[in-house]
């Protein structure tokens, strides 16, 4: 058994984000196996990491120099959130015994503890639309760079639509999905954060390549309406708050979870800052919403979709997981590999590729997706719950301390996230409805005679 040493103190220490003071020894608990320190903080790049760096790049084309303040803030709030998320577990794990066993639902239990059943079901509702999307954003994103490889490489397939990519991606997939928490596949998460790694060097290489290609673009104009979708669009590269608790509870030291954010965090900046800047720089008005689709055909091009569509393969397996768990613990399936857990989490995967199917545009559920359920995980239930549990005692609970100034940031961030994302959900909404010019794919093949 070891302590519960993240955040909790003895006399009047302090953390730069609040402190537990001890009244007693609170034990805390090791897993023989699981997630180390490394280990964790792959999960979390592997899982944020690769749809968003492919969108970056046009959200500051269409914010300028603002899209670069706004990438850099909302990676600090976030990083700073999903700290205090995993401060938030480590309180109950302390509190309740419970909790040091596996929990299939750890940030609907922190959202209860909180504020009843009613912060159960709100986080619940966020986190499986969050992830349920995050899973639908990547199937279109691999499904749309395998066409883009496919046209490139072999022109007489060209009508070989993403459509079709789609339902190809969704079968093969299905089987990966039957793992049962995040500590049984660890090695994906690996192969994902290195993928993208990979892929955001020879993209950034790509890019200065391109510079004599894109000499004579255009500056795109700025428009408030194209700030608010940025926010989604970044809010949605910083969208691993809804898994954060599930990959947590997996480490063998769940209270080391702070090294693994500020870990992740600095990798996803350190990958996301050089390409955005760059695409922003040399394609100016002529960037695509995929940076892919805008990169000049070639090698870099062509080895940067095959391992980008490797890590979205490898984070949509990640992604689906926590919804796969939470459903079993609706529906009182065991959590043992058996034929319940193949029927059920395959049905997700065929609602998945509906989804995929019905709105085939990943810029419209991006946008409207990060400026919503995202925008309440990642800026607003942190800080909410946070500053609520740490309101509650009782004699054989440690003591938090938030001071005021603590207080004061925490509702600064609440803030910026209810406001921002009102505005983004609203602008996602209005262009979906009049900007994206989104036709379902049945409705596409119907009228190609398919």
Request: some cysteine; aromatic content about 10%.
């Amino acid at each position: 058994m070891v302590q519960l040493t993240t955040c909790i103190k003895a006399k009047d220490e302090s953390t730069p984000f609040g402190s537990i003071q001890h009244k007693g020894d609170g034990a805390g608990h090791a897993q023989k196996k699981g997630l180390t320190v490394t280990t964790a903080t792959m999960f979390l790049v592997g899982e944020m990491a690769g749809s968003g760096v492919l969108a970056l790049p046009r959200a500051v084309v269409v914010t300028g120099w603002n899209g670069v303040g706004l990438l850099l803030l909302c990676g600090a709030i976030a990083g700073h959130n999903g700290i205090m998320l995993g401060r938030c577990w480590n309180i109950l794990q302390l509190r309740w015994p419970k909790y040091r066993d596996h929990v299939r639902d750890p940030y609907p239990a922190i959202g209860e503890r909180a504020y009843g059943k009613l912060g159960k079901v709100a986080v619940s509702i966020c986190v499986n639309v969050t992830l349920f999307s995050g899973a639908t954003v990547f199937l279109l994103l691999a499904a749309e760079n395998l066409q883009t490889l496919v046209e490139d490489l072999s022109p007489h397939q060209a009508n070989f639509s993403f459509c079709f990519w789609n339902i190809i991606l969704a079968g093969a997939l299905t089987p990966f999905t039957w793992f049962g928490s995040p500590k049984d596949f660890w090695p994906v998460a690996v192969a994902a954060t290195t993928t993208t790694a990979l892929t955001c060097l020879l993209m950034l290489i790509g890019i200065l390549l391109d510079i004599p290609n894109f000499r004579h673009a255009d500056d795109q104009p700025v428009e408030i309406k194209a700030v608010f979708l940025t926010f989604g669009t970044i809010l949605f590269a910083y969208s691993g708050a809804c898994t954060f608790p599930t990959i947590q509870q997996d480490m063998k030291e769940p209270e080391k979870f702070t090294g693994s954010v500020v870990l992740a965090f600095a990798a996803l900046l350190l990958m996301y800052l050089p390409v955005s800047i760059a695409g922003f720089l040399v394609y100016k008005s002529e960037c695509e919403s995929n940076v892919l689709s805008t990169l000049t055909a070639g090698g870099l091009k062509y080895a940067s979709l095959i391992l980008i569509t490797l890590h979205l393969i490898f984070a949509f397996i990640i992604v689906i997981n926590p919804v796969c768990q939470e459903l079993e613990e609706r529906f009182g399936i065991a959590n043992k590999f058996g034929i319940l857990r193949i029927l059920i989490r395959t049905c997700l995967v065929g609602l998945v590729l509906f989804i995929a199917e019905s709105l085939p545009h990943f810029g419209a559920i991006l946008s409207l997706v990060g400026g919503s359920t995202i925008t309440c995980l990642t800026f607003v239930f942190p800080c909410l719950f946070y500053l609520k549990l740490s309101q509650q005692t009782s004699p054989d609970w440690p003591e938090i301390k938030v001071q005021p100034y603590e207080w004061a940031w925490h509702i600064e961030f609440i803030l910026i996230g209810v406001v921002g994302g009102i505005a983004a959900t609203y602008s996602a909404i209005d262009g979906i409805a009049g900007g994206f010019h989104v036709v379902p794919c049945y409705i596409n093949m119907t009228a190609a005679g398919l």
